[in-house]
C-alpha cells in the first residue's frame, strides 16, 4: 500500500502571506510511461465535500484561481497558495492514483 | 449539471451490515474511464477510499477493507449501491460517493454531499 504524508498538520498564515503544505509518498508516483504524476490535491471547507483542486500534480482544475498551484514529481509534492485569502481557510488533501487510490491526513490552514 | 446523492441509514447496529446508494445524473456510466466511487470520513478525521466501480464494471476496493465491501451498480437506475458488513463503532462517518471523470484516471471531480452514518446500540 502507498502511504501518503502530509506536512505540516495545521499552519496559520497571515492574509496575502504564502501557505506551502508538503506531500510526501512513500513510494514514487511517476508513471514511466507517461511522465506523469498520479497525484491530486482537494480542499475541503467545514461542512461541504472535497473540491478537487490540482490534477496530475500540477493542473489546475478549471476555475480554480490561480493562487493556487502544485508542484513536485516521484515522491515528493507541495500545494502552494501563493496569497492567502479569507475564503482559503479549510483542510487541503494530497491523493494518489498510483496504485488504487489513498489520501494524506489532511492540512489544515488558517489565518494568523 | 452533474450530481450524486448518497443515501442510506443513519443509525445501523453493531454488526449489521450497512447498505448505501449512490443516485447520479449528469453523465453515463458507460465507459471504463468513467467511475463512481465511494471515500468515507469519520468525525474530525480524514478522507479514506473505500471502493470503485467503472462503466465496464471493474471493482476495485480498498485492501484494508476487501472483505467487508461489495460495490455494484445500476445503470437502469443511475445508481451504485455500497454494502459493507459487520459493522463496528470505527465505521461511524460521513459517507461520500464521488465521480472519477474521463480527464483523469484517479481524480474525484464531483463529490455528493455526504451521508453521516453512525453505528451504535
Known amino acids: 500500500d502507498i502511504v501518503m504524508t502530509q506536512s505540516p498538520d495545521s499552519l496559520a498564515v497571515s492574509l496575502g502571506e504564502r501557505a506551502s503544505i508538503n506531500c510526501k509518498s512513500s513510494?514514487?508516483?511517476?508513471?514511466?510511461?507517461?511522465?506523469?504524476?498520479?497525484l491530486n490535491w482537494y480542499q475541503q471547507k467545514p461542512g461541504q465535500p472535497p473540491k478537487l483542486l490540482i490534477s496530475w500534480a500540477s493542473t489546475r482544475e478549471s476555475g480554480v484561481p490561480d493562487r493556487f498551484s502544485g508542484s513536485g514529481s516521484g515522491t515528493d509534492f507541495t500545494l502552494t497558495i501563493s496569497s492567502l485569502q479569507a475564503e482559503d481557510v479549510a483542510v487541503y488533501y494530497c491523493q494518489q492514483y498510483y496504485n488504487l487510490w489513498a489520501f494524506g491526513q489532511g492540512t489544515k490552514v488558517e489565518i494568523k | 449539471q452533474i450530481t450524486l446523492k448518497e443515501s442510506g441509514p443513519t443509525l445501523v447496529e453493531p454488526t449489521q451490515t450497512l447498505t448505501l446508494t449512490c443516485t447520479f445524473s449528469g453523465f453515463p456510466l458507460t465507459s471504463g474511464a468513467v467511475g463512481v466511487a465511494w471515500i468515507r470520513q469519520p468525525p474530525g478525521k480524514a478522507l479514506e477510499w473505500l471502493a470503485l466501480i467503472s462503466g465496464t464494471d471493474d471493482k476495485r476496493y480498498s485492501p484494508s477493507l476487501k472483505s467487508r465491501l461489495t460495490i455494484s451498480r445500476d445503470n437502469s437506475k443511475n445508481q451504485v449501491v455500497l454494502t459493507m458488513t459487520n459493522m463496528d463503532a470505527v465505521d461511524t462517518a460521513t459517507y461520500y460517493c464521488a465521480r472519477r471523470g474521463n480527464s483523469s484516471p484517479g481524480a474525484f471531480d464531483i463529490w455528493g454531499q455526504g451521508t453521516m452514518v453512525t453505528v451504535s446500540s
Open positions: 513510494q514514487s508516483l511517476l508513471y514511466s510511461s507517461n511522465n506523469k504524476n498520479y
